[in-house]
């Protein structure tokens, strides 16, 4: 997802997808851990988005500060 399309979101939206996206981190961790991750880059993905969605809500905090 873009940045632009998360700073449209509001604080609860964002909350719920960073929470769904650690989720899914953590999913894929255990898969590694594992040994049946098949996309390692599929954890790349996973770990920018989450530092996007903190970014856009450090931002938005910021502002209304």
Do not use: C, P, Y
Not at 26 to 53: P, W, Y
Request: aromatic residues 2%.
């Amino acid at each position: 997802m873009k940045a632009q399309e998360l700073r449209a979101k509001n604080a609860a939206e964002l909350k719920d997808i960073l929470l769904e996206l650690r989720k899914e981190q953590f999913s894929l961790r255990m898969q590694h851990g594992n040994g049946t991750l098949d996309g390692r880059h599929e954890l790349k993905r996973v770990r920018r988005e989450i530092a996007r969605v903190k970014t856009v809500m450090n931002q938005t905090q910021g502002e209304s500060a």
